[in-house]
């Protein structure tokens, strides 16, 4: 299981180095899905767009440097991102561990190679 990021997919403003790193990291998974699916080993990708709160990627300047590039204040960052998606939600921190738990259980047992989006949907990080 690898945990990607929609940014991966996403052209967004000053993210060059962050977006290209996640778009190898969802096809080395997509690349290890097709090496050792015969020996029945399963590699999935979730996609998250930003989890805001309680997330430690937000210290260190990253915040300052998303507003900065989307030209508003610090503290509209959560509602900025929620705004983004079709379901106009914010993507918390239970989200992701529950796409995993749901991918690891038994429901998608028969799957590998996917890249599942948890961005609430972003249309321009659909995977093709």
């Given at each position: 299981m690898y945990i990607a990021s929609k940014n991966g997919v996403f052209v967004g403003p000053s993210n060059v180095a962050y977006g290209s790193i996640k778009a190898a990291q969802a096809?080395?998974?997509?690349?290890?899905?097709?090496?050792?699916?015969?020996?029945?080993?399963?590699?999935?990708v979730i996609n998250?767009?930003?989890?805001?709160?309680?997330s430690g990627i937000w210290a260190g300047g990253w915040a300052e440097g998303?507003?900065?590039?989307?030209?508003?204040?610090?503290?509209?960052l959560p509602g900025h991102y929620a705004k983004r998606t079709l379901l106009?939600?914010?993507?918390?921190?239970?989200?992701?561990p529950a796409a995993a738990a749901a991918l690891i259980g038994g429901d998608f047992a028969k799957t590998t190679?996917?890249?599942?989006?948890?961005?609430?949907?972003?249309?321009?990080?659909?995977?093709r």
């Open positions: 096809h080395q998974a997509r690349l290890l899905a097709a090496e050792v699916g015969g020996d029945g080993v399963r590699v999935n998250p767009d930003a989890v805001i709160r309680g998303r507003a900065k590039a989307y030209g508003i204040p610090i503290d509209q106009g939600v914010e993507i918390t921190a239970e989200d992701v190679g996917a890249i599942i989006p948890v961005d609430g949907g972003i249309p321009g990080a659909f995977p």
